[in-house]
């Protein structure tokens, strides 16, 4: 549904500051009906990127492909045009000021042409979806933030769009409203069949969403996949992201061996404390880590300390690995932290 | 207290003038600053229709225009003024200076006005579609409509009080009412009474526009 294929985006130098290039050769292909998500710290280009695809911004070469239409290849009226079709929201809502929930709603719909008695038609329409049937003639002064990006998405499916570009949506907001503007996003998603680009800086919002993420670092892709496949490599970019390694004190003083283990849905951590408390009848203690509910599925990082008779323990690993479980031991200098090599 | 008598019609006739002179200019004033003030916005760079030399060209008369006083531009384009309205000499004459002068104070404000409002809201609406036009007429003049109504009070203001200079060189008007009765006759209580009814006409022009802009505010 959308398929960026080499994109690089250069800003020109200004007075003092060289060319920058916030957008360095991405390629990215989203499937229709897939929710994707785009992550990076600031200044990772994420920004740029997703007004590059419906050209908000042009790319300085690259292709750009929505819905089937080349976009860059079009002059700009068609880009207008095609624009239409694909929604977006902002970190700010950008909704008028001067006009009330629904005039806002009605805005790009007033754009298409369409008339007014079928404009306020959609409109309520939309607003009722969003759940602010009631709030219809509320200006935005008077709604919460929460209240506002609902209505900005309204706003962003008046066209019918088949995507959904949202630009840290939920960056704006506190907790309960991010979640329930997540929880919109995933709905609409669903209900209209619409495909998803959403682009933040916390991972807590790709978790809670996303089937698939790339992750962004100065303007290139380092990492990406579906999150269920991504969760379940040892050791990767965007896993170490999603899911920070988990540290425990592996200093002097401690006996026995530390095991690092992944939990995916597949390999549960029951099957590791079977082998190892039921069959070698070891002591484990569970030194660090979390296991939490992402895509749908259960995944975690555990940092196990096991003691007691060692010696068949390397066989036992030898035949949970066998077995698809991904775990292995901490060297006993190493600190786990720093072996990972990625801080986040 | 005969000479009132006299003098009565005379003040009516002059705020007559004046009002004639100011309501006229302000309506020129207003259709040609508003799109002077949005040329200026979309042509500069990195706006909307980026057009530099344009924008450059379109600042320099319009920083002349604000940098001239307005005795002296009296002066200066009175022979435009004789070639619209075939003399220099009473109201509808002043009204042509009146305009000159006031169109690019005007434009200056609207280009203020319409710079406020932010950026990411010409975005969405980019986003949704729309042409630079719609941009103009959908977001930036509705967003912008109080400050540019505050902005159009101000110059009003300033007409009233360009328009006295005005009356000074043949306008008529209060201004030269005052110069003529109060000045001129040493009548000091003729003077205070025209200042008093300037003073109520701005009075009545801020508060009427204040009022609407604070309708129009929804933020």
Request: glycine letters at 10%; a positive charge.
């Amino acid at each position: 549904m959308i398929e960026l294929t080499d994109v690089r985006k250069v800003f020109p130098a200004r007075r003092r500051a060289g060319e920058v290039v916030a957008v360095d050769g991405v390629s990215l292909r989203v499937a229709a009906g897939e929710f994707a998500g785009v992550v990076g710290p600031s200044g990772s280009g994420k920004s740029t990127l997703v007004r590059l695809v419906n050209l908000l911004e042009r790319p300085t070469s690259g292709s750009v492909t929505v819905d089937g239409r080349v976009l860059t290849d079009l002059p700009d009226d068609r880009v207008r045009e095609a624009r239409r079709s694909i929604g977006m929201v902002f970190q700010h809502f950008e909704l008028l000021d001067s006009r009330t929930a629904a005039g806002n709603v009605e805005h790009p719909l007033e754009l298409a042409g369409v008339g007014r008695a079928e404009r306020r038609r959609r409109a309520a329409e939309l607003l009722d979806l969003v759940g602010l049937g009631e709030r219809a003639e509320a200006r935005p002064a008077q709604l919460s933030g929460g209240q506002k990006q609902r209505v900005a998405i309204a706003r962003a499916l008046a066209g019918r769009p088949r995507v959904l570009l949202c630009d840290e949506a939920t960056s704006a907001l506190d907790q309960a409203s991010t979640a329930s503007v997540l929880e919109l996003l995933r709905r609409v998603r669903s209900e209209l069949g619409l495909t998803v680009l959403l682009i933040t800086h916390e991972m807590a919002v790709v978790k809670a969403v996303c089937d698939s993420a790339v992750l962004l670092e100065r303007g290139r892709v380092v990492d990406g996949g579906r999150l269920s496949e991504v969760l379940t490599r040892g050791h990767s970019p965007l896993a170490d992201a999603l899911l920070p390694a988990p540290v425990a004190d592996a200093g002097a003083g401690h006996d026995g061996v530390l095991l690092r283990v992944t939990v995916t849905d597949r390999t549960p951590e029951t099957v590791v404390l079977q082998t190892l408390v039921g069959r070698l009848e070891l002591a484990v203690e569970v030194a660090g880590g979390s296991v939490e509910t992402v895509a749908g599925g259960r995944y975690g990082r555990l940092l196990l300390r096991v003691t007691g008779d060692l010696d068949r323990l390397d066989g036992a690993l030898r035949g949970l690995r066998d077995d698809g479980v991904l775990i292995e031991a901490v060297p006993r200098d190493a600190n786990p932290v720093a072996a990972t090599g990625v801080d986040r | 207290m005969s000479d009132w008598a006299r003098i009565y019609p005379q003040l009516i006739e002059a705020t007559g003038e004046t009002l004639y002179m100011v309501g006229v200019a302000a309506v020129l004033t207003v259709v040609f600053g508003v799109p002077l003030g949005i040329l200026l916005t979309v042509s500069a760079p990195g706006a909307l229709a980026p057009r530099p030399l344009l924008n450059r060209f379109l600042g320099l008369v319009v920083n002349l225009g604000r940098s001239l006083p307005f005795i002296i531009l009296l002066f200066l384009v009175a022979p435009v003024t004789r070639g619209i309205v075939g003399t220099t000499i009473g109201s509808t004459a002043a009204i042509v200076p009146l305009t000159i002068g006031a169109v690019p104070f005007l434009a200056r404000l609207v280009e203020t006005s319409l710079r406020e409002v932010a950026a990411g809201k010409v975005e969405a609406a980019m986003s949704m579609g729309a042409r630079r036009r719609d941009v103009v007429r959908t977001v930036l003049l509705p967003e912008a409509r109080p400050s540019l109504i505050a902005g159009t009070t101000v110059t009003v203001v300033a007409l009233i009080s360009y328009s006295a200079m005005a009356g000074a060189v043949g306008g008529g008007g209060l201004g030269d009412f005052a110069i003529r009765f109060g000045y001129q006759q040493f009548r000091t209580d003729i003077t205070l009474l025209t200042v008093v009814l300037l003073l109520v006409i701005v009075q009545a022009l801020q508060w009427a526009g204040d009022h609407w802009a604070r309708r129009l505010a929804h933020v």
